[in-house]
């Protein structure tokens, strides 16, 4: 099967800060990639590169039959296909839980309000927050606003989800909810990228993972793989201060 | 100017030229809003009493310079409003041109004195059309006011956290999309405080219009002292309603603010 995530040669530099450094990696359709790694080792670089939130130095990246790395190419319209689900939700603090859901099908997509709000009220029941939808934000706990946001971007219908440390802004008792909504989602074959150190998804739902190092992949595998035994030196010493 | 890096903004914006705002501090009877609002008040019914003339007359000549000054500041601020709107978004465009000449605008329009700016104006637009005297003062207090405003819609904008523009543009809206839906709605509530502040301020360099033959309250008054030549009561009496009517507007953007904190979002 074509991949649909490629990742080719990628570098990213921040004046000096060398963020990315010639990361090359492929994602099949389905496939649920983990990126794990010191801070700073450039795993959300990385991922903020894939819907160019910001710009490859050098490099490509491409998303089925688009190179999002091309200036000519529609980033808008791949955005779409890509969401996105960050360390601090981001929800919009003037809209209820159900009006994030559907502003953008309702703006990008032009969807028809009632369309929109049966799409909204659905993908909030697959997140179990249906009798959330008229609370603001700040009125739902991190946990819940993460599922928010999760299916904020799962409105849009996209081939690919992107989570950016989903689960580190969270006090520890909310961590199970929004992982159990992500190994869901992964379980009905969304394509996903996650950077996290959520070993209990890493186990559950992970068929690839990716640790990165100073701005550089340095070993990929399956999890049991590279938890187990880690061929890379660097990785073992990663390893043995999380587990 | 902005700096290359700007650290993380409070969504509070301080202002510290403006009228007296109340503190929720100042809850007592004897605090200085009330001993100012209600001690201006006091006066303007005692004087005209205790002596009918001149003060009655005066209050009797001058009511149309205050419905005058009303229309020049509701006009004036209804205009800046717009422009300083788009000012404040083109001082965050990425467009290099539109970013340089609303910065261009903004620093221009500071730096010079809002008195010279109304004569200026006055006599610029004099040499191309004609217009009446109380446009060209709104169009000056606009073309100044419209630059302050424009700092504030900026600093407003750039309180709102990146993540929602990051959140917006992610899910596939445009720029300009995630601003008008996502942004400006947010940057609302920031402003409304400041910019109830800069109508105050507006209210008060209103005075300014009346060197342009526009009879606001006052020119009348000294329309009614140059005729009786009571200056001080007719300027005592100016400075009086000037007085209750900013500190009635303080009041006002005060509760506004006390309000929308404790709505909290």
């Not at chain 1, 009220?121 to 739902?140: F, I, N």
């Not at chain 2, 000012?87 to 010279?116: D, F, H, W």
Request: charged share 20%; glycine share 6%; net charge positive.
């Amino acid at each position: 099967m074509a991949d649909r995530v490629r990742i080719i040669d990628a570098s990213k530099n921040f004046g000096k800060v060398v963020a990315l450094k010639n990361a090359t990696l492929s994602v099949k359709p389905g496939e649920v990639v983990l990126v794990i790694g010191p801070s700073g080792s450039g795993k959300s670089t990385m991922l903020r590169c894939i819907n160019r939130l910001e710009n490859l130095t050098s490099g490509q990246i491409w998303i089925d039959e688009d190179q999002v790395t091309d200036r000519a190419s529609d980033i808008r319209k791949i955005r779409e296909e890509v969401g996105m689900v960050f360390q601090s939700f981001n929800l919009f603090p003037h809209l209820t839980a159900l009006e994030n859901i559907t502003l953008a099908p309702r703006i990008v997509k032009k969807t028809p309000e009632k369309e929109a709000v049966a799409l909204g009220k659905s993908l909030l029941a697959r997140v179990g927050l249906s009798e959330k939808e008229r609370s603001y934000p700040e009125q739902l706990s991190g946990g819940q606003q993460q599922r928010v946001a999760i299916a904020r971007a799962l409105a849009m219908s996209p081939k690919v989800m992107l989570f950016d440390e989903p689960t580190s802004a969270l006090d520890p008792e909310m961590i199970k909810e929004v992982l159990d909504v992500m190994v869901e989602l992964a379980r009905d074959g969304m394509t996903m990228l996650v950077v996290s150190h959520e070993m209990g998804f890493a186990r559950a739902a992970a068929h690839t993972v990716v640790f990165m190092d100073n701005g550089e992949i340095i070993e990929r595998g399956s999890p049991e793989a590279v938890f187990a035994s880690p061929k890379e030196e660097r990785t073992q010493r990663f390893l043995k201060h999380i587990l | 100017m902005a700096s290359v890096k700007e650290p993380r903004r409070e969504t509070r914006i301080e202002v510290s030229d403006g009228a007296l705002i109340p503190g929720k501090g100042e809850k007592s009877a004897f605090s200085a809003w009330r001993i100012s609002f209600f001690g201006a008040l006091a006066l303007l019914v005692f004087l005209p009493i205790a002596h009918p003339s001149p003060y009655r007359e005066i209050l009797l000549f001058i009511p149309d310079g205050i419905l005058k000054t009303f229309e020049v500041t509701l006009l004036s601020i209804a205009f800046a409003l717009v422009v300083g709107l788009l000012t404040g978004i083109g001082r965050i465009s990425r467009i290099r041109i539109i970013n340089r000449i609303a910065t261009i605008y903004v620093e221009v329009i500071r730096g010079i004195p809002l008195l010279v700016q109304i004569f200026y104006i006055y006599y610029a637009l004099g040499k191309v059309v004609q217009v009446p005297d109380i446009m060209a003062a709104v169009i000056a207090m606009t073309v100044c006011y419209g630059a302050y405003l424009g700092e504030i819609f900026r600093a407003g904008i750039q309180s709102i956290h990146k993540g929602q523009m990051e959140a917006a543009i992610a899910l596939g809206l445009t720029r300009s999309q995630a601003l008008s839906r996502v942004i400006l709605p947010q940057t609302v509530r920031v402003v409304l405080p400041p910019l109830g502040n800069e109508f105050i301020a507006l209210l008060k360099d209103s005075s300014l219009v009346s060197i342009l033959a526009v009879s606001d309250l006052l020119r009348r008054g000294r329309e009614y002292a140059s005729k009786t030549f009571y200056y001080f009561e007719a300027l005592t009496v100016v400075a009086l309603v000037y007085l209750v009517m900013t500190l009635f507007f303080s009041r006002l953007v005060a509760l506004m603010e006390e309000r929308m904190n404790r709505r909290g979002r």
